[in-house]
């Protein structure tokens, strides 16, 4: 809990006894928070937790049960249910969602003009001068490396991240600072822009600056907040300082089980039986791939970004041309020109960005589930509804995707729920090989854990998993080995018991050592 | 924006994070009222507009009386096939403003072969047919190889098939040498419904069938929602979408070979304004059934609706310049409609 000496220091926001019910359901209970000055809050919690809810709260878009109170700095207490958007505006509080509404197209001085209204010159026209300047300025302010004129597409996509926060921040007064709440900040950017956009987080809470920080990266959480508060089922867990704390901890926290048990214990597989052997795989940033991934092992591969580890899955897909090399599946030669021949050869394929390349968002959980698979179903010049339907209801169970009913369009399911119409739609294939390229990204870790549930049981049928996941810890964990990529060649491969700052030293140890 | 037209593009992740919140019992039920009223909407009107022009005194004698239904009826044959040939690219988030010109084409060189070459009747229709097939085909293989949008291509080949045309009848119609029994086909009737609507009723099933019920029509639903994510679930891309231009080539040549069938001659002037027109109908059809979804039902009814209201608009009075303006008004009405519902889909999917 909060240690009794932090209640005399003035905090930035507090709340208490903040609660919400929707149609009956409690989706907050009495929520107490205490957000320090100057600190980096980070809010954690599964899908239904209550932290979206807390922060629409906050951001006073939703009205909560009458009964609770809110203080900003030293403002005045108030009733929580009287807050609306402009006085969240008006006390200093500033949200950045996931996906800010940038313009590429536009320069960065446009781009913060947007938020702020463009000074006019006499006569109405735009004081392109004046608005330079300020711009000048803010860029300065909060150290973002780059010119006003410079349009936002050329930035690097934690300095377009940046530039939103700075619009969201360029009307704040200094004297308070007000609250800066970052929703899933670093969801949309590629890995590694993420420390990119840490390090500024950081620089700005030294700064002063309050940062209310919502996750679901629990390493990043770590690397940057002060202090962590972690809700479940609309209930504070507790807050604590992250100093000391690992990710074991945290998840222990969220789920109310043990990381141990959040992830399915390792198997020994027998090295002679190998399901599929590559050789010699080369081609974009690969420069000749060996491994063997034995039956029924999730074969892990650590890499950093630009390491090839998406590519060598997207290759053994069919889905990136190889140069060179040998792959062998069940013992016979497997060389996939295209996505279909692979599938027909019994590989599966999640790709990474789920939005943009594994799910029809508008079309409905069925569609989604059989896509790719619709002549199973088609038989005599027939298309066998009924079949289908009931071939969905299974899946639906046997994955444990929860939704109304196999109509609800996909895009309606948390991001949990899709990733596992993802899976499952390869899964109930029974494919021989399984390619997971981060598979629990902007997943809640409840949803984590029943993700490599399904992939355990897939390899206890015989499937056999190549995981990729940027987070070693999870790596460390879900993998029964792990086979670290660097400069396009397997450079090790690692036995259990696996180490996830074993793993990070591996892939960055630098080749040219002296 | 072809896409964003036909389906809402994907999602932006809004504030979404709880998940399962139940939705209470109230507002579930008036959101079935409302989907409702949203589906049947079209359906209603088109039988107020029977209604209105059945009871209003400019228009009353005549509209009802079965010449005109028949009229009505055989003349939306043409435009029909059009529409429901043209579904099949719409639903795979591509355009081809090209099929308008595609059915002048056939008809010119089904009339054509007729008159110069005196084939026999199953020739002359079958080389239509394939005439549409091919210049879609090219079309298709032009979108996917070149890449380019399918807007601007076809909009190319549309004029060069003008200029085809132009250039091989001297702006002069084909009328001699046209079998009778095809002009007789295109003018009477069968159990007292034109024969050219039995056309137009089979299409419609048979692009049901395609759409709806087999591998094909899924395949091209999941290339409209998602391009990247269907070619990585095995579905092979570009061969689908050249079918699909194809397809839809084919079906506007038939619409070609009836279009001379109903007029007897081979027209130079006709095409370009049957493509706006089959569009506006498919958008308008996507309002109602399965709402913002391409569809069958809905694009029947969205065709007589437009015939409907531009034959008694023309019977109370309103001269020819409504026509272009009703088709025009309903497409944008349609399209603005089609961009409220995916917005109020977005709301829906952020609140929930």
């Not at chain 1, 867990?237 to 390792?266: H, K, N, W, Y």
């Not at chain 1, 034995?294 to 290759?315: D, F, N, Q, T």
């Not at chain 2, 007789?184 to 034109?194: E, H, M, Q, V, Y």
């Amino acid at each position: 809990m909060t240690a009794p000496a932090a209640l005399d220091r003035k905090a930035a926001v507090a709340v208490r006894g903040l609660s919400k019910t929707y149609a009956g359901t409690l989706a907050l209970d009495s929520l107490d928070l205490d957000i320090r000055p100057g600190e980096i809050h980070a809010l954690l919690g599964g899908n239904g937790s209550g932290k979206s809810t807390t922060i629409k709260i906050l951001a006073g878009v939703v009205v909560p049960d009458d009964g609770g109170l809110l203080t900003v700095g030293e403002g005045e207490t108030v009733a929580a249910e009287t807050w609306t958007p402009a006085r969240a505006h008006a006390a200093g509080l500033r949200f950045v969602h996931q996906q800010p509404a940038v313009f590429p197209q536009l320069t960065v001085a446009e781009n913060l003009a947007i938020g702020a209204g463009f000074p006019r010159r006499a006569g109405g026209g735009i004081d392109w001068k004046a608005l330079n300047a300020r711009t000048a300025q803010l860029l300065e302010k909060y150290r973002v490396n780059t010119t006003p004129t410079t349009p936002l597409g050329a930035l690097r996509a934690a300095d377009r991240s940046r530039v939103a926060i700075v619009r969201a921040l360029q009307d704040c007064d200094d004297k308070d600072g007000g609250l800066l709440v970052l929703d899933e900040p670093t969801a949309a950017l590629p890995a590694a822009e993420v420390e990119h956009l840490l390090a500024a987080l950081r620089g700005y809470a030294a700064a002063g600056q309050t940062i209310l920080y919502v996750s679901h990266r629990l390493d990043e959480v770590l690397s940057v907040a002060d202090r962590v508060t972690v809700l479940r089922d609309g209930r504070k867990v507790d807050t604590v300082d992250a100093d000391g704390l690992t990710e074991a901890d945290l998840v222990q926290m969220i789920v109310g089980r043990s990381m141990d048990r959040a992830f399915p214990a390792p198997r020994e597989t027998p090295a002679e039986d190998v399901a599929l052997q590559v050789r010699g795989l080369a081609g974009g940033p690969l420069q000749g791939v060996d491994l063997d991934l034995r039956r029924g092992e999730v074969l892990g591969i650590a890499g950093l970004l630009g390491s090839g580890r998406s590519e060598l899955l997207r290759m053994l897909f069919g889905a990136y041309p190889a140069t060179a090399g040998t792959v062998t599946l069940d013992g016979a030669a497997y060389d996939a020109a295209d996505p279909k021949q692979a599938m027909r050869a019994g590989v599966a394929y999640v790709p990474e960005e789920r939005q943009a390349d594994a799910v029809f968002p508008q079309e409905s959980v069925r569609h989604n589930l059989s896509a790719g698979q619709a002549w199973d179903f088609y038989r005599n010049l027939f298309f066998r509804h009924a079949e289908e339907r009931a071939a969905t209801g299974r899946s639906i169970s046997e994955f444990l995707v929860r939704t109304r009913n196999d109509k609800q369009p996909v895009e309606t399911l948390s991001g949990g729920n899709q990733q596992k119409v993802v899976l499952a739609r390869w899964l109930r294939q029974r494919p021989k090989v399984l390619l997971l390229d981060e598979p629990t990204q902007g997943v809640d870790v409840q949803a984590r854990a029943e993700i490599y549930d399904l992939v355990r049981r897939a390899t206890a049928a015989g499937t056999s998993v190549l995981l990729v996941a940027s987070d070693t810890e999870e790596l460390a964990h879900a993998s029964d080995r792990v086979a670290v990529l660097k400069g396009g060649r397997i450079t090790a491969v690692v036995e259990q018991p696996l180490d996830a700052h074993h793993l990070t030293e591996l892939m960055n140890v630098s080749e040219a050592t002296p | 924006m072809a896409d964003t037209a036909v389906e809402p593009a994907a999602p932006m992740a809004a504030l979404a994070d709880e998940g399962g919140l139940p939705v209470s019992r109230g507002s579930a039920v008036s959101g079935h009222a409302m989907t409702f009223a949203r589906k049947y909407s079209l359906p209603v009107l088109l039988l107020a507009s029977f209604v209105l022009y059945g009871s209003w005194s400019k228009t009353s004698e005549v509209f009802l009386s079965a010449d005109n239904l028949r009229n009505m009826a055989a003349g939306q044959a043409v435009l029909g096939v059009l529409t429901l040939g043209i579904l099949l690219t719409m639903v795979s988030g591509h355009f081809d403003l090209s099929i308008g010109n595609i059915a002048g084409l056939s008809s010119i060189i089904t009339a054509a072969l007729f008159s110069h070459q005196h084939v026999p009747l199953v020739v002359g229709i079958l080389a239509g047919i394939a005439v549409g097939t091919v210049v879609g085909g090219i079309n298709g293989v032009l979108v996917t190889v070149l890449r380019v949008d399918p807007f601007i291509i076809t909009l190319g080949t549309a004029s060069i098939i003008l200029g085809y045309i132009d250039w091989y009848t001297h702006g002069q119609s084909i009328i001699n040498g046209i079998p009778t029994s095809l002009v007789s086909f295109g003018g009477s009737n069968l159990l007292g419904i034109p024969k050219v609507v039995y056309v137009l009723g089979a299409v419609a099933l048979l692009v049901y069938y395609l759409m709806e019920h087999t591998p094909y029509g899924r395949n091209l639903h999941a290339i409209g929602s998602n391009k990247a994510a269907a070619r990585l679930v095995g579905i092979r891309v570009e061969r689908t979408i050249i079918v699909a231009f194809a397809s839809t080539g084919a079906f506007a040549g038939v619409a070609g070979v009836l279009l001379l069938a109903r007029t007897g001659a081979g027209n130079p002037q006709v095409g370009t304004t049957f493509t706006l027109t089959a569009v506006a109908a498919a958008f308008l059809g996507a309002a109602s059934f399965k709402v913002g979804r391409l569809n069958v039902p809905g694009t029947i009814v969205a065709i007589f609706f437009l015939a409907v209201n531009i034959t008694g608009l023309t019977f109370a009075g309103v001269e020819n310049w409504i026509n272009q303006l009703f088709t025009g008004l309903t497409l944008v009405l349609a399209i603005a409609l089609a961009a409220v519902l995916s917005k109020e889909r977005k709301t829906r999917k952020a609140a929930s």
